[in-house]
């Protein structure tokens, strides 16, 4: 069975690090990459990422480097940087990686314009690398803390999934192993598009019963598009989907539930996404998860709803009004 002693983490946002600081505390050497000079600086110095985790400050032993070389020099890496930058990254890791290294996708988003999973682009730009990927409900800042926190980690290969979840366990970390890749990214993909819905509703102070109804709406569209993806039933209701899926849709803690309150509150769209405002992955995954659903013929009214706001082609009271006239269904139907 893979020993994965060394983690390579590549971005130092709010996740990289509170994934860092998790894998020192399992007991791995980490070493930690980013872009920025003085934000290494700070890890190395003060033991802190004051722009990303406020009020954070770690004992753990953690190696910080701008040396995108000497982070892929480790038995696995975890790849934490945007969805949309996957491909470009992953170009530039190719002529360090060994061959059959785990690349861990910790990012959460489908490929605008391609409608590609990232593990599919993954696998065009570095064929060699085993591919996996990481989901469930969980918040940098509770993993940072140190609070009990519980994940999937999926890879084709099981005995893979199952090294690193070894590798990455701890006394608050525990990474259940999975085989299913595509469920655990249609998971973490749609959750995001639908907590914009419930973030808005909430900002438009429509109660929590509307909250409610739209999550299990939701999961509905979520469970619907990932079995025509082929993804497994239980991997759909486990951690990386339901679980990240209530998490998500309830807490303003959420980067999508924040943007959706917003909307709600009646902020614009594009205001939003021009501002420098914490990313939310949902508003870039919308439009192609519709086009995705549209593709295997799978409806799915609430990320069209999503979709229709941020492209601007209706108000956030347009698109409720038009998701409540829907005609009447049994609860069982596929739309």
Not at 187 to 201: D, Q, S, T
Not at 207 to 235: I, N, Y
Request: aromatic residues 4%; glycine residues 12%.
């Amino acid at each position: 069975m893979a020993d994965y002693d060394s983690i390579g983490v590549i971005g130092g946002g709010a996740w990289g690090t509170a994934l860092a600081l998790s894998a020192a505390r399992a007991g791995r050497r980490v070493t930690l990459w980013a872009r920025d000079t003085a934000l290494v600086a700070e890890l190395r110095t003060r033991q802190s990422n004051s722009a990303y985790l406020p009020g954070i400050t770690f004992d753990e032993r953690l190696e910080a480097t701008t040396d995108l070389a000497a982070a892929a020099a480790a038995s696995a890496l975890l790849l934490v940087t945007p969805a949309q930058t996957t491909r470009s990254l992953a170009a530039s890791l190719r002529p360090h990686l060994r061959p059959g290294t785990p690349v861990v996708l910790c990012a959460k988003g489908i490929e605008r314009g391609t409608g590609h999973l990232l593990s599919e682009i993954l696998a065009e730009e570095v064929p060699e690398a085993q591919a996996a990927v990481l989901s469930g409900p969980s918040f940098a800042m509770d993993v940072a803390r140190g609070l009990p926190t519980a994940v999937t980690v999926a890879a084709g290969d099981g005995a893979v999934a199952d090294g690193l979840a070894r590798a990455l366990a701890s006394a608050s970390f525990r990474p259940y192993a999975s085989t299913d890749l595509v469920g655990v990214q249609i998971g973490g993909a749609l959750k995001n598009v639908l907590a914009i819905a419930c973030g808005a509703v909430v900002g438009r102070k429509l109660g929590a019963s509307a909250q409610a109804a739209l999550t299990a709406r939701g999961f509905a569209e979520l469970t619907r598009l990932g079995t025509a993806l082929g993804a497994r039933p239980e991997t759909l209701t486990g951690l990386s989907g339901l679980g990240d899926l209530v998490l998500t849709c309830s807490s303003a803690q959420s980067r999508n539930f924040a943007f959706g309150l917003k909307l709600g509150e009646g902020r614009s769209p594009g205001d939003l996404i021009a501002s420098g405002e914490k990313l939310a992955e949902g508003a870039h995954s919308a439009r192609i998860a519709v086009e995705l659903g549209r593709r295997h013929k799978v409806m799915l009214p609430l990320c069209e709803a999503v979709a229709g706001v941020l492209d601007g082609q209706m108000t956030i009271d347009e698109a409720l009004t038009a998701l409540m006239s829907r005609p009447l269904r049994r609860e069982a139907s596929s739309d």
